[in-house]
Structure formats: C-alpha cells, structure tokens
C-alpha cells in the first residue's frame, strides 16, 4: 500500500475521550532522574480525569518529584489502520492524609469498574495500593485508514 493511499487526520476531543472510555490499558510516560520512562498501566477514564493505582517503584518515587506526565492508549487494527490518544496533565495522588476523603472514595468507585474488588480484602492485587489520577490537560489523538483509491 503506498502512501498516498491512507488519510490521516486529528481526532476531536470527543472521539479521544470515547477512545479512552473504551479502553483500560495504556502507557505513562515520565520523566526523572535525568531520563523519560514509559510503563504500561490500567486505567479508567472518567472525564477529565485518567484514574490509576500502581505500587511501590520507580513511577511512585519519580512522580513525586515529577508529576507531569504523557498517557498512551493504541487501537491498532492492523499496519494502516489504527487510532491512537496520548493526554498530557498532572498526577494528583489519592492516598496521603491531605487528600479529600471524597476524592479517594470517587477515585476507588471509578476504578471499581474495572476491577471490582480492587482497594477490598479480596484484592486480587494488593500490592499495588497507591491510588493517583491524571488530570488531563490536553488531548492529541491521530487515525490512519486506507484511503480511495
């Protein structure tokens, strides 16, 4: 297929945000310590805010110091058709003493989606206990299909 076969263009902020809806698993990008890391973690989406948990680590310790970061997700058909988000914004941790009781209990409801014994006795993955979203500041979205012809 040559080039000038596929369309590419800018999705809306709205297909982003659908996009997002329908997945769960992306990748954080952060930076620290004098490098950028990417580490894939699951998510939900809940508008305007990407709510995540992770454990102790390099994302915990880096983005405390750091906490602005890029936010990946792919829909990838095949070669030449695909969609991808990335979302810029700032991790906001949900589980020190000055966080809003409220926003924590929001934050575990939303993630409850997901995984509904998630932040419970039944956990199925207790380690990962630090609860964070990402305020998204920005949205960025491309799609490539084939084109006429």
Not at 25 to 37: E, I, K, Q, S, Y
Not at 42 to 66: F, I, N, Q, S
Not at 92 to 120: G, N
């Amino acid at each position: 297929m040559s080039s000038s076969t596929l369309v590419f263009r800018h999705l809306s902020k709205e297909e982003c945000q659908q996009l997002l809806r329908s997945h769960n698993h992306g990748r954080l990008a952060f930076t620290g310590r004098g490098r950028v890391d990417v580490e894939p973690i699951h998510y939900v989406y809940e508008d305007p805010w990407v709510v995540a948990r992770t454990g102790a680590g390099t994302k915990l310790t880096m983005l405390a110091h750091r906490p602005w970061v890029a936010f990946e997700i792919d829909e990838v058909d095949e070669m030449f058709r695909w969609r991808s988000v990335v979302v810029k914004g700032t991790v906001y941790w949900l589980d020190d003493e000055m966080v809003d009781p409220e926003a924590r209990a929001q934050a575990i409801a939303v993630y409850r989606r997901l995984l509904p014994d998630a932040f419970t006795p039944d956990d199925p993955l207790p380690g990962r206990d630090a609860l964070f979203r990402i305020h998204v500041d920005e949205y960025h979205g491309r799609i490539c299909t084939p084109g006429p012809g």
